[in-house]
């Protein structure tokens, strides 16, 4: 007899599998896990043990910065792709997806599991506004700031078991089974508040398999070990999957280096685990598999900082290195900065803030393309109640700082944030399995569809998306 931890309803045994207590029955543990076969076709209703009676199972993976063109030009770029190819194959691919204003990872990530816009789910950049510093550059990591339902809480309400490897926005969550992101210190003492923050016993128990656990300091391999396990032993009928490593690696040397190259087909790699790792559980001809990414990239030489423009016309004051007071100031997402004043109603500031910013927008060396009125970009979706927003010109990003030269050279070679008419910073979606229709012409689709056709896969209803099921995907 193995023995047990039991929390509340989830029990994780001292070695690998947890006990599922489903009404009176219990599920027995076993200490070992099967070799994962080869994965079958989609098609498949192979299965190494029995099925469970949930007959509707989705599982959303995101790959953080995939740029529509590594799918689309996989062969020309020469990318060992199988898993993705395979879905490719026996599913649909969009040719794009519109992402969000703007397009960074945590407001994207909210849109893609609430269906609407950052301004209606309040995730409106990375991290919080913070112009003092007081928040220590943290981010918008807890589920409490989300002001709508997700498509998780709509599944729990209807009592489908749910899971989760790393999802932004998901400290505090309820899930079945989670490893929400956070971090702190991004070394090993950060284990101890993965921990803290995750599913009682679930760390034990992945720990115990793989020795060690997702954490930002490690790769997508853990995050990968996790959700292997979590697939193959909690069986979810919703689980979110979220891969870092091709934003970071495209952060540092660009898109379509050799280094993104690689990092993708790692991550494939991990794919190919995921898939198997459903077979062997016998779930995979209940489940749908959706592939997305959140934003795309684009290339950068030189960094912009707002914030020298705004310290030298005397909208904020600095001491001892940080912001003392400001009547103005900057709020960097990458390839845009919003603006925000101190008092909304000040039209004399914001007057002269966007004339200074226009200003400076005349000389192609400061890196400005666009000063953006702030209703503009909020009727977009983005960005609510800020007094305008910069759009950085090709090759430029915006960064933090308020001192020295307003321009420097970029520490990164690739970035995102610019606003989601640029065709750069499209996103991909990609879907296969049960419900998906095989070959479906989509063309380019809206990140706001696809918490509805999760939904939709799950027979279930969000309360009041701004999007709805993608058209001409989902099988009658």
């Known amino acids: 007899m193995c023995g047990v931890e039991v929390v509340g309803q989830r029990c994780y045994t001292s070695g690998v599998r947890p006990l599922l207590l489903l009404g009176s029955a219990l599920v027995a543990c076993t200490r ?3 070799p994962a076969p080869a994965p079958a076709p989609l098609a498949s209703t192979a299965a190494s043990t029995p099925p469970s009676p949930i007959a509707r199972r989705v599982v959303l993976v995101s790959i953080d910065g995939l740029k529509p063109e590594y799918l689309a030009e996989a062969d020309a770029r020469g990318l060992a792709i199988p898993a993705l190819r395979r879905l490719m194959k026996e599913g649909t691919r ?24 950052p301004k209606a789910h309040g995730i409106v950049n990375n991290l919080p506004f913070d112009p003092h510093g007081k928040n220590q550059d943290g981010w918008y990591w807890y589920a409490s700031d989300v002001k709508v339902p997700t498509v998780v809480d709509v599944a729990r309400k209807n009592h489908l078991p749910t899971a989760n490897v790393y999802w932004p926005v998901t400290v505090g969550a309820a899930f079945d089974a989670s490893f929400p992101q956070v971090w702190r210190a991004q070394n090993d003492e950060d284990d101890k508040l993965m921990r803290a923050l995750s599913t009682p016993g679930l760390a034990d128990a992945v720990a115990k398999q793989y020795g ?21 032993h909690e069986r979810p009928a919703l689980a979110l999957v979220y891969f870092t490593d091709l934003d970071t690696e495209q952060h540092k040397t660009g898109p379509f280096s050799k280094g993104a190259y690689a990092k993708l087909e790692l991550i494939d790699k991990q794919l190919g685990r995921l898939l198997a790792a459903s077979e062997t559980a016998g779930t995979f001809a209940q489940t749908s598999w959706i592939v997305v990414s959140d934003h795309g990239f684009a290339a950068v030489h030189s960094a912009v900082k707002p914030s020298v423009l705004l310290r030298e016309r005397g909208f904020l004051t600095v001491g001892g290195g940080k912001v003392t007071s400001y009547r103005a100031a900057a ?22 803030v966007l004339a200074a910013f226009e200003e400076a927008k005349k000389d192609p060396k400061n890196g400005i393309a666009e000063v953006v009125p702030g209703a503009t970009v909020e009727a977009a979706g983005g960005f609510p109640g800020v007094a305008a927003v910069l759009v950085a010109a090709d090759g430029f990003v915006f960064a933090n700082g308020h001192d020295g030269p307003m321009v420097v050279p970029s520490w990164d070679l690739g970035a995102h944030g610019y606003p989601p008419t640029d065709p750069r910073m499209r ?30 896969l799950l027979s279930l209803s969000l309360p009041s998306p701004e999007g ?6 989902l099988a009658p």
């Open 331 to 352: 709020w960097k997402a990458g390839g845009t900065a919003a603006i925000v004043l101190a008092d909304p109603k000040d039209v004399a500031t914001r007057t002269a």
């Open 468 to 473: 709805g099921p993608i058209a001409g995907l």
């Open 32 to 34: 070992t896990v099967a």
């Open 94 to 117: 969009a040719d794009a997806m519109t992402s969000v204003y703007p397009t960074v990872t945590y407001p994207a990530h909210t849109t893609l599991i609430t269906g609407v816009s």
């Open 212 to 232: 060690s656990i997702p954490a930002e300091h490690r790769t997508d391999v853990e995050r990968a070990n996790a959700a292997e396990w979590i697939l193959g």
């Open 427 to 456: 996103a991909s979606f990609l879907a296969a399995g049960r419900g998906v229709l095989a070959g479906a012409k989509i063309g380019t689709v809206r990140m706001i569809d696809v918490a509805p056709t999760i939904a939709a």
